[in-house]
């Protein structure tokens, strides 16, 4: 089936520090949706992007919408140690709906102080 | 409070006792969802339901089952349970797929079947 592959798996930064990941698929999706999972708890929706090209802003988390609708990239400014989980792309396969959503495997976030 | 709620949170069982993991929600939400953790594969679609007496399979369906007979319950039934389905589960459900509201997820069960 499609899959949805996560780049880096993991990352290691210092507060403050900037980070960047994207998620990438060899099938066009025409929506992507990046959660994201703290311990312990289910994962939560932090960016929806809808169209090719979109950037969108969630405070200091910034989502494109890659143009070849193959990719997607996130961006955090600024990090902070409650930035701490894994986050996950997703989009949904089967045209417009939900039914069948794929995640990505998640990148690791860790935050030292 | 708005939330999906999963019993039981943890859940040890031994190959081949019958169990069911309960998942209910109460935003009359139409969309409910099972998925399965695992480590290096992030979350894997086990079935869907798009509405009362609508169910299909996601990527990974065997060995499970579901029901919805009620649009607030959504529960896993996994009849004969093997080591290989010792993972973390998740129910989630939205609004309305065709509108792409968000998901959301209990807090988990985490399962293992020795």
């Known amino acids: 089936g499609q899959q949805l592959n996560q780049s880096p798996q993991s990352m290691f930064i210092q507060e403050g520090e900037d980070v960047s990941m994207n998620c990438t698929s060899s099938?066009?999706?025409?929506?992507w949706l990046w959660y994201k999972q703290e311990p312990g708890e289910g994962p939560v929706l932090l960016i929806a992007?809808?169209?090719?090209?979109e950037l969108t802003s969630n405070g200091r988390l910034t989502a494109q919408f890659g143009i070849t609708r193959k990719d997607s990239f996130l961006n955090i400014s600024a990090s902070i140690p409650s930035d701490v989980g894994i986050y996950f792309c997703?989009?949904?396969?089967?045209?417009?709906?939900?039914?069948?959503?794929?995640f990505g495997q998640g990148t690791i976030l860790t935050v030292h102080p | 409070e708005a939330q999906v709620t999963q019993n039981p949170r943890y859940l040890i069982t031994v190959t081949g006792k019958k169990l069911t993991v309960t998942c209910s929600q109460n935003?009359?939400?139409?969309?409910m969802s099972w998925y399965r953790q695992d480590p290096g594969l992030g979350l894997r679609q086990i079935y869907y339901?798009?509405?009362?007496?609508?169910?299909d399979k996601g990527d990974v369906p065997e060995g499970y089952k579901v029901s919805r007979k009620e649009k607030r319950n959504f529960p896993l039934i996994l009849e004969s349970p093997s080591p290989n389905q010792t993972s973390l589960y998740f129910c989630?459900?939205?609004?309305?797929?065709?509108?792409?509201?968000?998901?959301?997820f209990g807090n988990g069960t985490r399962l293992t079947v020795t």
């Open positions: 989630a459900s939205s609004l309305n797929p065709g509108t792409f509201s968000p998901l959301h």
């Open positions: 099938s066009i999706f025409n929506t």
């Open positions: 992007l809808y169209k090719a090209g």
């Open positions: 997703a989009g949904p396969r089967g045209g417009t709906s939900y039914g069948k959503l794929t």
């Open positions: 935003m009359n939400h139409e969309y």
């Open positions: 339901s798009m509405n009362v007496e609508v169910t």
